[in-house]
């Protein structure tokens, strides 16, 4: 079992539609949860960023960590075909280096107009 | 500011070929990542690097090596490709790499290079 799972998609969704991308995840060590979103043929750039639970909210983008059932996810409101995209989540533990990340496979989301 | 780049774009090559990738970085990074994506597999750490002169294993080094002989560069050279390195490469850089409880130091990646192994 992979320590962080995430389906792959493809989620192809109306413009203007609610969008929930979620990852689940199997050690209770995490602590730092990332949102990177990678267009087609880019690399990725980091979107969001939450320090052990709760929400965090950026524009039309909220992101949330329930440590109790080990899940996050990132919700886009009034999404936009711009949206469209692959968006990986990583997260790691406290004194944990950056080459210590671990990712999800990414999901590619797709808002048609 | 470039950020990181990467050399080249596209590569085809045949089985038994070798080559060096570069990557570069004008943001003064001390960390250095090489990552290879493949469909349903996300970002797998090849060989990464704290500091000028330091490499270090990551997930999937096996067909790779690593050099950083300057502080800005780091490459990744295949001896002798292989099918199964056909793959989409990224090279990432940041700061010292821990993250805080207000902050985190993000990773910058660069445009990648898609190879291909016949």
């Given amino acids: 079992q992979k320590e962080v799972e995430q389906d792959p998609g493809p989620l192809s969704v109306p413009e203007g539609a609610i969008v929930s991308l979620n990852c689940t995840y199997s050690n209770s060590a995490f602590q730092y949860f990332m949102w990177y979103r990678q267009y087609s043929r880019k690399g990725p750039e980091l979107l969001m960023y939450t320090y052990s639970s709760g929400n965090k909210e950026d524009g039309r983008f909220t992101a949330q960590v329930d440590k109790s059932s080990k899940y996050i996810s990132l919700f886009i409101r009034d999404s936009q075909p711009s949206d469209s995209a692959t968006y990986l989540c990583a997260m790691s533990r406290p004194g944990d280096s950056n080459y210590q990340l671990i990712w999800g496979a990414g999901t590619k989301l797709i808002i048609k107009p | ?118």
């Fill in chain 2, 1 to 118: 500011n470039a950020g990181v780049t990467q050399t080249p774009k596209f590569r085809v090559l045949k089985t038994g070929q070798s080559m060096t990738l570069l990557c570069a970085q004008d943001m003064n990074h001390e960390y250095m990542y090489w990552y290879r994506q493949d469909p349903g597999m996300g970002l797998r750490l090849i060989h990464y690097s704290v500091g000028e002169g330091t490499t270090a294993k990551g997930e999937v080094p096996d067909g790779y090596n690593v050099s950083r002989l300057k502080k800005q560069n780091f490459l990744l050279g295949l001896e002798s490709a292989a099918p199964s390195q056909t793959s989409v490469y990224f090279c990432a850089s940041s700061t010292t790499g821990l993250a805080g409880i207000l902050s985190y130091n993000e990773q910058f990646f660069g445009p990648g290079t898609r190879l291909t192994v016949l």
